[in-house]
């Protein structure tokens, strides 16, 4: 049985797995990122991890997914605006420091291709994974083939504009899917509604859980509060534009949610594919539709895979 090392780099944690050719997770480690430390000192904790999990095993191939655009050929993240990184050459910085020739993937890519193996989408022909967390991450997979695009940078599916002239992204532009659907987005338009609603429920719940996050809105509108609701509304009806515009360019059998705010289920999926049926061109004289649904690897999903990424 081969074994491969999976790495997810994310702005708050690196995780990091041993996992076995068929998608098992065997060991597993996650450290904080320590973005504002620089590029050269995360490579260093990342080196660290794969030299922990490597520990005492033979090892097939090291794969790693990161936010932004990767270039797999030249072993570079060209452009990660959520990290800061510009053409940095970590295939190299990784080889010195641990021996190993890094596979590289986006992070998204690299959590559709697992959902598509071994999650939500085992089994279905066509699945898009969208991730809802810092930012909007998306990764298409067609007849099991990740969409690469000409270079390996597809499917940004989160800096897609759907509002016109609207909320300054990371990216530099406006209006961005990942400026509406984003769990960083969702506080934002909860902080904006507390502002305006002194007497809303959000302040006592925000207040016992230790601040604003991305279940303040969803537990407000469950005691029935109008501001909490109209935040929930708000989100879902930006993150339908989105999955909506998703549906009619590609039609895939499945798009699969993730990150923290999938984590509401029903709650969030019902009203979701209420308005995205609405968006859906033909829909009302189409048999099959594409289902929307919830990833089921949870933060697994990343670094499993990266290293299926790794194994092919
Ligand atoms: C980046 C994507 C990434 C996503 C999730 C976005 O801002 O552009 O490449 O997949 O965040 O990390």
Known sequence: MQ???GIDLGGTNIKGALVSETGKILKQRSVPTHTEAGAEAVTKTIAAMICALAEGDYVSGVGMGCPGTVDDQEGTVVYACNLGWVHYDVRTALRELTGYSVRLVNDANAAALAEAAVGAAKGAQSAVVVTLGTGVGGGVVLNGKLLTGFTGAASELGHMTIV???EPCACGQKGCFETYASATALIRMTREAMAQHPQSALHRIAAENGGVDGRTAFLARQVGDAAGG???????????IGVGNIVNILFPEVVALSGGIAN????LLAPLREEVAQREYGAAYSKKHPRILCCT????AGVIGAALFAKD
Do not use: S, T
């Open 164 to 166: 016109a002239d609207g």
């Open 297 to 300: 690897l949870g933060n697994d």
């Open 230 to 240: 109209e935040v929930v509304r708000q989100y879902i009806h930006y993150l339908a």
């Open 264 to 267: 509401q289920g029903e709650n």
């Open 3 to 5: 074994r491969y090392i």
